[in-house]
């Protein structure tokens, strides 16, 4: 199976361990991977801000770029279902829809690849601490993550899940949401914060590093000790 | 042109670019297969509901006791003096208020109190100080534990919601299973002269606004009462 | 930007800031989660339901003309007056005339979002008439002179205490803490207006088609009450309330009641076919239907979000919304707050002054996955937003989207974006929180990831290498 992997801009940029992780876990799993060096990002910061013409010009890139690519696989639900889902919005009505759908088909969020595709769950990771998860709102409402992360992690040696109350309501992040209205973002995020603190865990864990950004962001403004990681990162544990 | 006429030209307008069937959309989670013809028969997805009478007039029971409705199966006319003469004798009714029917008749009847009847025109405020009002119904639902009521079953449209008790007679052979059911009875029964006002009740008169506190009796009735013969 | 936008602003900045008022709501709502997810489970098949609903919806949206003209000529059969209303100005006139023909003096009025819509309740008043809101909520919100706080529950942000104040100064009642004790208060005063009163007005949950009722829900029985003792009822019905058929009903009353109000059915579903017929003994002598446009039209004509006429106003979408929960109701200054709210508002009141309502969202979706009838909501607040940008955009933040295609578009360039913004950062922490800080908004209450020294690029060249 050839894997061809997107890295999204602010992965790359800020976290790029979050993608080196998910490369070392697929290779320990005997998959060759290839990336696209030319794949910047998904367009969705244009496209949720209404700039649906400036979005287009970003994807109609991405879909010359993975059009002979078998399977994509990302690490992230967020820009993942930016192409599963809203590209075929974005297209609709253009010559490239059917492009965009037949992209879509292709698309595959790391966590729901591996156990939904690969059918594995223990990817032999050891991560001896207590973790709450997190699931982000577009993994969760458009890709369907739900089952699949907590197979994941029920297989990591050591790890214990501690459920938050309200695990699947928003963080607050949503894009340039987070920068237009600031004041409800922030406390949006108060509130993920806090149920995630009751937990006690040691972790938040999601499968996107942009709810992780904001939650992070907020608990170090706020001197919370709550530390963030990816899933991926996780998985690498050994 | 009239409003009616331009209000409808603005929708036939409207209507001339079709909109995307529904669910198209969807989450992985929430997709269903669109089904070919618009659905008519709900009972596939609604609450479950037996089909014997004891099944129906176990969950109706049930649901009476979340809903805190008192609802009493009684055996016979005799068992139903009895019990009305006690709640009755309970609650202190002064003067009951009710409406002619077989079933009513007998009851007020036996309780021998002074009764207001809705049949004809009747006084507001007649009406209004009553301790009860007793009426009949078209049907009992147990999939919800609802009382289906009328302007012809249940002595017009004041009787069963102003005075603070109400107090429905029933007998066994109205307990329906579903709603799909109580509709097609009153479809079969009224056809095409309904009644001015049916009713679905559900339990006595009912708010939460306060604190999303549940309190009963807020403008209705505080108690329900059923009978079911 | 608009002065309703700037308004928005300030008051979502100091209601964010509330903190009691986000416990308030957390825990007000706490309880509705837990009851809502137990009435779900009870049905079969949810999400079969809600497909099967958002079906029906589409049939009976999308045959509005047919529906509708089978609704009244149902419903005038029976003896009702229909009237037509392009505009909420017609139909309060036409309102207030049936009032003055009839020598009105008192109303009482079942809860309505259409009255809300169209200023109804105001306009009366201004003619001289007393109405009276009887819905327990509505009824507080009346009396403090404010606006519903919520579609369903409007004194939802208030405690018992701030009732027994408001009552104790407005009815004379004497203070108490019980809300058993503060309903009763109610209770009395209104039953009066119940019975002085000449004209009830109701709006309607749904419109059936087939049979010609008007289907109204309520929990208190104040529907009732309002349609049974005035010699005069007037429904006032959004065009798009219609069902094809009684039978809908069955799905339709449990799936608005779960989603509303975490019950399996409201107390109270009311069809009334009609003023009082012959041989009946009470009931109004003039039953009045008001179908008001008032905008619903001009939606219709907009295919794409066509299905937020499926809307039944459960207000489910308000409760599972981190945006509503956070900011309250008040602050939309708007008749439909929430998720809902702001998909619809930009169409009636205009897309330029409100467009903020739509920006104003984290697009999680949980509005959309929480609606009934499967109304797309995220997607139509993506759709307003785009559709926002097309009308005018700020110059500024095209230049920025301008440039983000650029560098999107350019993988040296971003890489050079990237590198350029590693050296650059070192100099943040001098201006950083500050008003020269270009990312302020978002260092104003969080802190900035580090770009990384070496990104994912890097790491892949090294390793082909």
């Known amino acids: 199976m050839k894997i061809s992997l997107f890295i999204p801009c602010f992965i790359d940029a800020c976290y790029p361990q979050v993608g080196i992780s998910m490369v070392k876990v697929l290779e320990r799993l005997g998959h060759q991977v290839e990336y696209p060096e030319d794949f910047t990002c998904c367009g969705q910061p244009a496209f949720n801000s209404g700039y649906w013409d400036e979005a287009r010009a970003v994807a109609e890139k991405v879909l010359a770029m993975y059009r002979s690519a078998e399977i994509i696989v990302g690490v992230s639900g967020s820009c993942g279902a930016m192409m599963m889902t809203f590209y075929k919005e974005l297209f609709h009505g253009t010559p490239l829809e059917a492009e965009a759908k037949a992209h879509a088909a292709k698309v595959w969020e790391f966590s729901d690849f591996l156990v939904t595709k690969l059918g594995v769950t223990d990817v032999g990771a050891k991560f001896p601490a207590k973790v709450t998860f997190h699931d982000g709102c577009h993994g969760l409402r458009e890709v369907g993550l739900k089952k699949q992360p907590r197979a994941l992690l029920a297989k990591v040696q050591g790890l214990e899940l501690i459920e938050m109350d309200a695990a699947e309501s928003c963080c607050g992040f949503g894009g340039t949401f987070s920068v237009k209205f600031p004041m409800i973002s922030t406390a949006m995020g108060e509130v993920k914060c806090d149920s995630a603190l009751k937990t006690k865990a040691d972790y938040i864990v999601s499968c996107d590093s942009s709810c992780l950004m904001h939650i992070q962001g907020l608990a170090d403004r706020q001197k919370k000790p709550l530390r963030t990681m990816h899933l991926a990162e996780v998985l690498a544990k050994q | 042109m009239s409003e009616r006429e331009q209000i409808l030209g603005r929708i036939r307008e409207a209507l001339r670019v079709a909109a995307p069937k529904p669910g198209l959309l969807s989450g992985p989670g929430q997709r269903v297969p669109p089904h070919e013809k618009r659905p008519t028969d709900f009972r596939p997805w609604l609450p479950v509901v037996g089909d014997s009478f004891e099944e129906r007039a176990a969950l109706f029971a049930k649901n009476s006791a979340e809903l805190k409705t008192d609802f009493q199966l009684v055996a016979n006319r005799d068992e139903l003096q009895t019990k009305l003469l006690a709640l009755a004798h309970a609650e202190g009714w002064k003067k009951i208020a009710t409406h002619a029917g077989e079933l009513t008749n007998y009851a007020f009847a036996a309780l021998g109190l002074p009764v207001v009847q809705t049949g004809g025109r009747y006084k507001l405020d007649e009406l209004e100080s009553s301790d009860a009002g007793i009426t009949e119904c078209d049907a009992l639902v147990a999939q919800t534990g609802s009382v289906v009521v009328t302007t012809r079953s249940a002595g017009g449209r004041a009787l069963s919601v102003l005075p603070p008790h109400h107090v429905v007679l029933a007998r066994r052979d109205q307990l329906l299973r579903d709603l799909p059911a109580a509709f097609t009875a009153l479809k079969q029964r009224y056809g095409s002269s309904y009644p001015s006002m049916m009713c679905l009740i559900t339990g006595p008169s009912r708010t939460g606004d306060i604190e999303r506190i549940l309190v009963l009796g807020a403008h209705g009735p505080k108690k329900l009462t059923i009978f079911c013969m | ?465």
């Not at chain 3, 029976?78 to 003096?105: E, L, M, N, P």
């Not at chain 3, 309502?357 to 009934?372: D, I, K, Y």
């Open chain 3, 1 to 465: 930007m608009s002065t309703v936008a700037q308004v928005f602003k300030e008051t979502a900045r100091r209601m964010t800031h509330d903190l009691r008022h986000r416990s308030w709501i957390q825990n007000a709502l706490g309880k509705y989660y837990v009851g809502r997810d137990e009435k779900k489970a009870r049905f079969q098949n949810w999400q079969e339901a809600r497909q099967a609903a958002a079906e029906i919806k589409w049939d009976a949206v999308n045959h509005l003309d047919k529906y509708l003209e089978q609704f009244v000529s149902k419903i005038e059969a029976r003896g009702t007056k229909v009237f037509w209303a392009s505009t909420g100005q017609q139909a309060c006139d036409y309102i207030v005339g049936v009032a003055k023909k009839h020598r009105v003096r008192s109303i009482v009025k079942s809860k309505a979002m259409t009255g809300e819509e169209i200023h109804l309740a105001q306009a009366l008043e201004k003619s001289g008439v007393e109405v009276v809101e009887t819905d327990l909520g509505e009824y507080i919100v009346q009396l403090r002179e404010e606006a519903p706080y919520h579609i369903v529950f409007p004194a939802m942000h208030l405690t018992r205490h701030e009732i027994s104040d408001l009552f104790n100064k407005k009815l004379g009642s004497a203070p108490t803490d019980s809300p058993e004790e503060l309903t009763m208060i109610a209770r009395r005063t209104l039953r009066k207006k119940y019975c002085a009163a000449d004209m009830g007005i109701s709006g309607a949950n749904f419109a059936i088609a087939e049979t010609g009722m008007i289907s109204l829900t309520t929990n208190e029985g104040n529907g009732r009450l309002s349609t049974s003792l005035p010699r005069i009822h007037v429904a006032l019905i959004g065009i798009e309330k219609v069902l094809p058929t009684l039978d809908d009903l069955a799905l339709f009353l449990p799936m608005l009641a779960t989603a509303g109000a975490a019950q399996a059915v409201s107390c109270y579903n009311t069809f009334i076919a009609g003023p009082r017929q012959e041989r009946e003994p009470d009931g109004p002598d003039e039953f009045h239907v008001v179908l008001l446009d008032n905008g619903r039209t001009r939606l219709l004509a907009d295919a794409e979000q066509r299905d937020t006429l499926h809307c039944i106003r459960c207000g489910g979408c308000l409760n599972v919304c981190p945006i509503y929960k956070n900011i309250g109701g008040h602050s939309y200054a708007t008749t439909y707050m929430g998720p809902i709210g702001s998909v619809l508002t930009p169409h009636m009141r205009g897309l330029t002054e409100w467009k903020h309502l739509s920006f104003a969202s984290s697009l999680c979706g949980a509005c959309t996955e929480a609606c009934p009838v499967k109304i797309d909501l995220h997607h139509h607040l993506l759709q307003n937003r785009r559709n926002a940008i097309r009308c005018k955009s700020p110059w500024w933040e095209k230049l920025i989207f301008q440039g983000f295609v650029t560098l999107m578009n350019h993988p040296l360039l971003y890489r050079l974006g990237v590198k350029l913004g590693w050296f650059g950062q070192k100099f943040h922490g001098l201006v950083k929180g500050t008003k020269l800080d270009p990312v302020y908004a978002w260092t104003q209450s969080r802190e900035l990831p580090p770009l990384a020294r070496n990104s994912f690029k890097d790491y892949w060249r090294r390793k082909q290498s």
